[in-house]
């Protein structure tokens, strides 16, 4: 599961390190001065040859700055042009959950030659996370299943399932996450992001936030303007502070809706014949693009009641894990191919489907927590299951591609704890450095809802409209107009005169 896929709302859960359980740091004497930041080489394969990471100390509770300390990674890569350097541009990855270290390392290489070295590039690691002190809820594995930390409903829309684990969710991780996940807000991170630059000794940060972040990236616009200088919100929702996550799994039913005649086209061409293995007759799905939804829909119907074994020993293929497949590859269309192949081999009796890895196995202890800690602890969810199950009937009915999940019985309904602040309203007062950049037809953070956000913004913004799928824009969808809009404004600090559209 790439970084990508990660990105949003309960987008971004994934499987690849191993959970640790930490408490809270012991508490430390305050200090006006800014902290030192060591520094030690921590190159990854594939990313930039000079990465280096640091720990950084900062307040278990902003309000108690005297009080217990939590520790988070951080990572830089120096500007390799001194001479044409002019600030410093921070990362900040999707989730909740995202790893800004690895996100780095992963975006790094190509930041550098696209921006030629005008920054220096840096990252944090949110609270629980990668290089960060860690916490955990203390989840089983099948709790921790992608199908199921996702409240996808049952056969038939049942949500009994959902209620009993997000129940059982809640209960663990009241019981076991301590005042560190107590501490994943979304308003902490951006915290923690001034303390960055204050430890870094900058008077103000660029930054590219995608998906997740860009929610980030705008609160902390909105708390420290004075501090921002060049802005990218790549990849948008709506901000609305009343909803915030909620809001956003909702938006993901009519998105990937919207989403998913690039797929039927796709593999309804021609061309498909001669796609997918040596002798296993082609990727073809349907002779017209029209008939892909309706096969796809009575293939998941059918595997809701008659799972298929896959060739991951005690996996099956059910008709939800076929529907979470389908959403994590339209994210990018070079995902196509696999889950094309996944939907030919579950109809084929003599097949056995493979699994993406991401459903193959379990979420990592560490990344559950924080995705459901951020989104419980950030704003207060409905609490009626009635109401949550009628709410899941109607979107069943309305966008059957994603079956009721986007608006499922999430672990926040049985939150033990109360949202310590209200999330930040965003807002045109500041200075006119933002430029929002957005795919027309994201499957994640759907285009409607970005329309939210530069409404939000107003003057403050400019936003660049590519007509494309997918999850990401900036030096990801290999959109020419789109990635030139944003390095200028990155380079020059010019940005469009009004908001444009970048055709596909």
Same mark, same amino acid.
């Not at 204050?198 to 930054?207: D, I, N, P, T, W």
């Not at 990401?472 to 990635?483: E, H, I, K, Q, R």
């Given at each position: 599961m790439t970084q990508r896929a990660r990105s949003g709302l309960l987008l971004a859960l994934s499987a690849s390190a191993v959970a640790?359980?930490?408490?809270?740091?012991?508490?430390?004497?305050?200090?006006?001065?800014?902290?030192?930041?060591?520094?030690?080489?921590?190159?990854?394969?594939?990313?930039?040859?000079?990465?280096?990471?640091?720990?950084?100390?900062?307040?278990?509770?902003?309000?108690?700055?005297?009080?217990?300390?939590?520790?988070?990674?951080?990572?830089?890569?120096?500007?390799?042009?001194?001479?044409?350097?002019?600030?410093?541009?921070?990362?900040?990855?999707?989730?909740?959950?995202?790893?800004?270290?690895?996100?780095?390392?992963?975006?790094?290489?190509?930041?550098?030659?696209?921006?030629?070295?005008?920054?220096d590039l840096v990252a944090l690691d949110p609270r629980g996370i990668g290089g960060s002190e860690r916490t955990g809820c203390g989840l089983s594995d099948e709790d921790r299943d992608l199908v199921n930390l996702r409240p996808w409903p049952g056969p038939g829309g049942d949500v009994s399932d959902s209620v009993r684990r997000a129940r059982r969710i809640a209960d663990a991780c009241a019981r076991n996450g301590g005042p560190l996940l107590?501490?994943?807000?979304?308003?902490?991170?951006?915290?923690?992001?001034?303390?960055?630059?204050?430890?870094?000794?900058?008077?103000?940060?660029?930054?590219?936030?995608?998906?997740?972040?860009?929610?980030?990236?705008?609160?902390?616009?909105? +708390?420290?303007?004075?501090?921002t200088d060049r802005w990218v919100l790549d990849s948008n929702d709506d901000p609305d502070p009343r909803r915030?996550?909620?809001?956003?799994?909702?938006?993901?039913?009519p998105a990937l809706e919207q989403r998913f005649p690039d797929f039927a086209r796709w593999a309804a061409d021609p061309a498909r014949e001669q796609d997918g293995p040596e002798g +296993?007759?082609?990727?073809?799905?349907?002779?017209?693009?029209?008939?892909?939804?309706?096969?796809?829909l009575a293939l998941a119907e059918r595997l809701d009641h008659h799972p298929k074994p896959t060739t991951t020993p005690g996996k099956a293929l059910t008709g939800n894990r076929l529907r979470q497949a389908l959403q994590m590859a339209l994210y990018s269309d070079?995902?196509?191919?696999?889950?094309?192949?996944?939907?030919?081999?579950?109809?084929d009796p003599r097949a056995t489907p493979a699994l993406p890895s991401a459903l193959a196995g379990s979420v990592p202890e560490h990344e559950a927590a924080v995705t459901v800690a951020t989104v419980c602890n950030d704003?207060?969810?409905?609490?009626?299951?009635?109401?949550?199950?009628?709410?899941?009937?109607?979107?069943?009915a309305r966008y059957p591609l994603t079956g009721g999940m986007p608006v499922g019985v999430f672990p926040c309904a049985f939150w033990k704890w109360t949202p310590a602040e209200e999330p930040t309203r965003i807002t045109s007062d500041g200075p006119s450095n933002i430029l929002m950049v957005q795919n027309l037809r994201d499957p994640a953070t759907p285009y409607f809802g970005a329309l939210k956000m530069r409404e939000a913004l107003g003057q403050r913004a400019r936003l660049v409209s590519v007509d494309a799928g997918g999850h990401?824009?900036?030096?990801?969808?290999?959109?020419?107009?789109?990635?030139r809009k944003v390095t200028d404004f990155l380079r020059t600090g010019k940005r469009p005169g009004k908001d444009v559209v970048c055709a596909g």
């Open positions: 640790v359980t930490l408490s809270a740091a012991p508490a430390q004497a305050a200090d006006s001065s800014p902290p030192t930041l060591r520094w030690r080489p921590c190159a990854q394969e594939g990313g930039p040859e000079r990465q280096e990471c640091a720990e950084l100390s900062v307040p278990l509770d902003y309000r108690d700055p005297d009080g217990p300390r939590t520790r988070l990674g951080v990572s830089r890569v120096l500007s390799d042009r001194p001479e044409a350097r002019r600030g410093t541009l921070i990362v900040i990855p999707g989730g909740p959950g995202g790893s800004g270290t690895q996100r780095l390392a992963q975006k790094g290489k190509a930041l550098q030659k696209e921006l030629e070295g005008v920054y107590r501490s994943m807000s979304t308003a902490n991170e951006v915290r923690d992001i001034e303390s960055f630059r204050q430890a870094l000794g900058e008077e103000k940060l660029s930054a590219h936030g995608t998906s997740y972040g860009t929610y980030v990236a705008a609160q902390y616009a909105q +708390k420290y303007p004075d501090r915030v996550a909620r809001g956003w799994s909702a938006n993901m039913a +296993k007759g082609g990727l073809r799905l349907a002779r017209e693009p029209g008939d892909v939804r309706p096969m796809v070079r995902a196509f191919t696999d889950v094309a192949q996944l939907i030919k081999d579950a109809r704003v207060r969810w409905p609490r009626s299951i009635p109401a949550t199950a009628r709410a899941v009937a109607a979107d069943r990401g824009v900036y030096l990801s969808g290999g959109n020419a107009c789109g990635d």
